[in-house]
T-cell receptor, first 116, second 110 residues
């Protein structure tokens, strides 16, 4: 099946710094990718929808200036957590879908972000 | 997307079948029923999806009630590697993203 690769798998950064997370669709083109955040013992919460060549659509309550999303090609979307704080520590997961809307979605392996 | 209701947790013995229920009484005619699972510290993975008819694949079977207000994911022989959180999600033709609920945490006992 199709593969979505996320990098890095985990990252520790200092408070106030920025961290970039990459999400790649390895063997298919994804015009749309999704970014989720998951806190411990909780479900996945959609943060934003990333559209190739246009601005991302953010869910209510997600700061677009803090979580910068760039989807510059059909195989790569990036999420940059700017000026990270300890409360941004979470598991970030991207997803992409190939083709028609009711096909399966493929998820990256997730990025564990710890801000110290 | 319409809401789904799943038990918080279930237990199963290894090598026995597991039936994971999902209620979706407000499902609309164009909603597909998707199941994903998430192993610890990993991203979710696709399990199965269907619209009206029962579906089978190498991982599981999906039984859909005739009125489509409920469905059951069936793992025919649970293994320890099937221990995960299983999410039942409805997705309409108009929608594109997946909205995750609480899911069912499946524990498999040896």
């Amino acid at each position: 099946g199709a593969v979505v690769s996320q990098h890095p798998s985990w990252v520790i950064c200092k408070s106030g710094t920025s961290v970039k997370i990459e999400c790649r669709s390895l063997d298919f083109q994804a015009t749309t990718m999704f970014w989720y955040r998951q806190f411990p013992k909780q479900s996945l919460m959609l943060m934003a929808t990333s559209n190739e060549g246009s601005k991302a659509t953010y869910e209510q309550g997600v700061e677009k200036d803090k979580f910068l999303i760039n989807h510059a090609s059909l195989t790569l979307s990036t999420l940059t957590v700017t000026s990270a704080h300890p409360e941004d520590s979470s598991f970030y997961i991207c997803s992409a879908r190939e083709g028609a809307r009711n096909t399966e979605a493929f998820f990256g392996q997730g990025t564990r972000l710890t801000v110290v | 997307d319409a809401k789904t209701t799943q038990p918080n947790s279930m237990e199963s013995n290894e090598e026995e079948p597991v039936h994971l229920p999902c209620n979706h009484s407000t499902i609309s005619g164009t909603d597909y029923i998707h199941w994903y699972r998430q192993l610890p510290s990993q991203g979710p993975e696709y399990v199965i999806h269907g619209l009206t008819s029962n579906v089978n694949n190498r991982m599981a079977s999906l039984a859909i009630a005739e009125d489509r207000k409920s469905s059951t994911l069936i793992l025919h022989r649970a293994t320890l590697r099937d221990a995960a959180v299983y999410y039942c999600i409805l997705r309409s033709n108009a929608g594109n993203m997946l909205t995750f609920g609480g899911g069912t945490r499946l524990m498999v006992k040896p």
